[in-house]
Nanobody, 125 residues
Framework: QVQLVESGGGLVQAGGSLRLSCGASGGALSNYAMGWFRQAPGKEREFVAAISRSGGNTPYADSVKGRFTISRDNAKNTMYLQMNSLKPEDTAVYYC??????????????????WGQGTQVTVSS
C-alpha cells in the first residue's frame, strides 16, 4: 500500500511563496496520476491541481491557476506544489493523493485512493 507524506507547509505573508512536497513509500508514484487538494476550516475539501503519470497533463482549479505549479520527479518518487503569490484565502490543510486508475488526472476527490496526512499552510494578511 502506498503511503504518502506531505511537507513544506508553514506560515507565510500574503504575496509570499511556499513549495509543498509529497513523498511516497510502498509503491512507485510513476504508476499513478496524482493530485493536491486542500481543506479550509468549515469548508469541504477542494481540488487544487493534478498531474498525469508523465507530468504532461496538469489541470488546475481556477482559483490557483497562474499562481501554483504542480510537478513531479518520478526518479525521486516525489510530487511538488509550488505556490506563489499566496493569498489569505489559500489558508488550508493541503493533502496529496494518488489515483490508481488508468484515467488521466481527475478533479474529484472520490477518485483518489491514497491520501497523505496533510500539511498546514497559513497565509497572513
Amino acid at each position: 500500500q502506498v503511503q504518502l507524506v506531505e511537507s513544506g507547509g508553514g506560515l507565510v505573508q500574503a504575496g509570499g511563496s511556499l513549495r509543498l512536497s509529497c513523498g511516497a513509500s510502498g509503491g512507485a508514484l510513476s504508476n499513478y496520476a496524482m493530485g493536491w487538494f486542500r481543506q479550509a476550516p468549515g469548508k469541504e475539501r477542494e481540488f487544487v491541481a493534478a498531474i498525469s503519470r508523465s507530468g504532461g497533463n496538469t489541470p488546475y482549479a481556477d482559483s490557483v491557476k497562474g499562481r501554483f505549479t504542480i510537478s513531479r520527479d518520478n526518479a525521486k518518487n516525489t510530487m511538488y506544489l509550488q505556490m506563489n503569490s499566496l493569498k489569505p484565502e489559500d489558508t488550508a490543510v493541503y493533502y496529496c493523493a494518488v489515483d490508481r486508475s488508468w484515467f488521466g488526472p481527475r478533479m474529484l476527490s472520490g477518485f483518489y485512493d491514497y491520501w497523505g496526512q496533510g500539511t498546514q499552510v497559513t497565509v497572513s494578511s
